[in-house]
């Protein structure tokens, strides 16, 4: 069975440029018909397109953020599959996205007034420009030519920042969905779960290799007894935390809203106050006392 898998996942049509056709194809032929049964002559109507466009790009990105991470905690043929082809998994995010592109300059350009009144937020205008630029570069740096104009450690910072802003970016699209706005809808909760899914194998990936370099430089020291409990305490504290959105949103309206010092990251900060990351940073803590223990005992 797992060499059937892997003679399967070596076929052209499964990777590089024919997974990317294979992905972007049906893509744009959903937003072709799209287009076709929407009434683009209205704001809402492009809106909904751009709604679309989303939902049709944010598995990609999820799936590029993760790769590696499953590689590390999860080796086999099929990880190695995703890691292979990290890069056209972001280039199908990027082909979605540029849809996504279209539709808000035809929102801005054609129907302006809805734009103003009902959709422009500055803050969340300087996300999607932050968000964009990324794109963006990473795309252009992706190809030899692109990346010969960069150093290797200005690569990877570039690519290792602009993944975690645009996760940041989608991730919190569908907390919002969820935790702020009335009406959410299924496929919703599957991106927010996702998108937690995915930050949480980066954190326990990103320790294991820390824990498994330290075990090889023979840096491990014994950790507190009482660390891994209180870690794993953490973990499921934040996981608790991410299901109950609302009331962090609450919370943080009532403490970290209305001061002279705030008005600044208000108006212009992407992401400000950072409530949808507030579990996901409990989570991060409880991993880290955990793998702390683990490197310990080389569990």
Known sequence: MSNDLKEVLKRGALNKWGLFWLVTGPISAAMIVAMMAT?????????????????????????????????????????RWLLRNRKYFGLCFAAAMAWQGLFILWMVLVHTDYYVNEVYVLRDA???????????????TSFPKGRRLLTPKQWRI??????????????SVYWWALFYYSNPVPLDYA????????????????????????ARASL????????????VALIGIGLV?????????????????????????????????FEPFLALAVIGIGVYLRRSQAQATGS
């Open 39 to 79: 009434d683009l002559s209205s704001g809402p109507g492009v809106s909904a397109m751009i709604q679309l466009s989303v939902r049709c790009a944010v598995p990609w990105l999820y799936i590029a953020f993760a790769a590696s991470s499953l590689q590390v905690l999860f080796p086999g043929h099929f990880s």
């Open 126 to 140: 300087i996300e999607g420009v932050v968000g964009y630029a990324f794109l963006l570069a990473m795309t252009a």
């Open 158 to 171: 570039l690519h290792l920042g602009g993944i975690y802003f645009l996760w940041a970016y989608a991730f």
């Open 191 to 214: 991106f927010y779960c996702a998108g937690l899914a995915a930050w949480v194998l980066r954190a326990f990936a990103f320790f294991r290799k820390r824990a498994k370099a330290a």
């Open 220 to 231: 491990g020291t014994a950790a507190h007894p009482l660390a891994r409990a209180v870690g």
């Open 241 to 273: 935390a991410a299901g109950i959105g609302s009331a962090l949103q609450g919370v943080a309206d009532q403490y970290l809203y209305g001061y002279t010092l705030t008005e600044w990251p208000e108006l212009y900060l992407p992401y400000w106050p």
